[in-house]
Structures are given as C-alpha cells and as structure tokens.
C-alpha cells in the first residue's frame, strides 16, 4: 500500500495536485527563509554604514544597535506571519473563519493578557524614548545590569556575577541608566579624628592630580578631582567625600584605582585609616 492509497489519494491527478501544493509550500518557505536573511543582511548593513558616520559618537552608535536588533524582531515576526498564511492559503484552508476565531479567542483571552499588551506598551516608549540601548548599565525592576537584548516584551541584562535577568518591559517603572553621557566616581575616605583635615584633604588632591595624570588613565577621566569635603562625622571616623567626572561605565575602574593609591599615600604619610574596634576597661576588683 503506497502512502497515497494511505492518505485516500487514487487518481493521478489528486496526486498532481498534491505534489503541486506541496512544492508550491517549499517554494513559499524557501521564500520567506531567503527573505528573512536577506533582512537581516540588509539591515546588518544599514546599521555599519549609520555607525561609520558616528565613530565619535558612542551614543548613537549604542540607540543604532538597539533601534537595529528591535527592527530585525519585528521584520522576522511579518515574514513569518506572512509564511503561516500563505501556507494555510495553499492547504485550502480559508484565512476569514480563522481570523474571526482569532478575534473571538483573543476577546476571550483578552484579560488575561493585559501584562502582554502592556509589556508591549512600554516597551514601545522605552525605545522611542531612548531610555535603554544595548550595552548600557542600568538597574529596574530591582535588578541591575549590561543590557545585552531588548525587545517590545522584555529586558535581557546579565549581571557582574554571569547571572541573566529577563525583565518584562510591563514590570519597568524606573530606569536607572548608569552609562550616559559620563559617570562620577565617588569617593567616601574615613580617616580619624586625631587627623588635621587640611592635611589629609591635601594628600587626597594630590592623589587625584597623580592619577589624573597616569597615561593608563587620563583618557577616560574627564576632569579634576572634585573635593566634596567632610560629609558626615560617623562613629569613629570622619569622612570626607570626592569624585571623579569619567567617561561611562569606568566609575567603578577609577574608583578602585584611587581607593588603592590613597592607602598606600595615607600609609606612607602615617595618616590613620580607623576601624572598628573594642575597648575594654576593667574596674578595679573588691579587696
């Protein structure tokens, strides 16, 4: 028994047209995949070419490359919508009923699905806005992270420790963009009370004068360093507070290269660093 007596196909020409309806569903197929890439080539190129008039504009060139991967998901998701209607044309099956099922359905999955439409939603202006690009730091929805995929649904970071998070759009309230434009690195150094203060402060500016002047490190340091001065009289150290105007996402580099260098300076000025510690006293004990 052959597979078209299986299927209750007899005559030659039911098989005709079965083989007919078959390669025209390759060919519709082969369609969409050569479309598909072809997309994706076409915009890979668009993008290279808006980013070679931007090479000083580091900005821009990270709104590109969101605005890039966003219009190659909703490019993908036309074709393929476009591929499963044609195919469900040549198998005879009519596109209106399904349509009308659809809107029933989707009437009656409506409410359920209002965190969908709404992720959708903010979605939608998080891009218009500009609020988050691909290979920004940023923190929402309580999460922080590198952004490394954003879509109209959802948010995909990864954090320092490898972990990925996927955010819902619908779940963003806040957004805490941690790589625009520049950065501060603040700095908070406890030193103790018995401390002259115009002495440490100058030791401090003399540091960020040094570090600002290393060739490692001058091109992403924007400015001077900044002295806050005294911030806040803790328990057992007086802190004094500064910073350091940086290009984005280098905060954290210039921070822990000026916490290293002001110890090894506060060390070898005898400047006392303070840390917690107990003091016993013990009264004097019954003759």
Not at 137 to 152: F, N, Q, S
Not at 162 to 168: E, F, I, L, M, T
Request: proline share 2%.
């Amino acid at each position: 028994m052959s597979w078209f007596t299986y299927l209750g196909i007899e005559q030659p020409a039911e098989i005709l047209a079965l083989v007919k309806t078959l390669l025209r569903i390759f060919f519709i197929i082969g369609v969409a995949y050569f479309l598909n890439r072809l997309s994706k080539s076409l915009i890979v190129k668009l993008r290279d070419k808006l980013n070679s008039r931007q090479v000083d504009n580091l900005e821009e060139i990270k709104r590109l490359n969101t605005l890039s991967m966003v219009l190659r998901y909703i490019v993908t998701t036309v074709i393929l919508a476009i591929t499963v209607v044609e195919i469900l044309h040549e198998l005879g099956i009519s596109i209106a009923p399904v349509l009308a099922a659809a809107g029933v359905v989707g009437l009656a999955v409506g409410f359920g699905a209002q965190s969908l439409v709404k992720d959708y939603f903010n979605g939608f202006f998080l891009l218009l806005e500009n609020q988050i690009r691909k290979d920004d730091v940023v923190e929402i929805a309580d999460k922080a992270g590198l952004v490394e995929e954003i879509t109209l649904r959802y948010v995909k970071m990864r954090d320092y420790e490898g972990n990925v998070h996927y955010v819902p759009n619908g779940q963003i309230s806040t957004v805490t963009n941690r790589s625009r434009d520049f950065a501060y690195a603040v700095m908070d150094i406890g030193v103790a009370y018995k401390e002259n203060l115009a002495r440490v402060i100058q030791v401090m500016l003399q540091v960020g004068a040094d570090l600002c002047m290393d060739d490692e490190f001058k091109p992403i340091i924007l400015d001077n360093l900044e002295m806050a001065g005294v911030d806040n009289l803790a328990d057992s150290a007086v802190v004094i507070r500064c910073r350091l105007k940086v290009l984005p996402l280098q905060q954290w580099t210039i921070k822990r290269e000026y916490l290293k260098r002001i110890k090894n300076a506060f060390d070898a000025e005898g400047i006392e660093i303070p840390f917690p510690h107990l003091t016993v006293y013990q009264g004097k004990q019954a003759a």
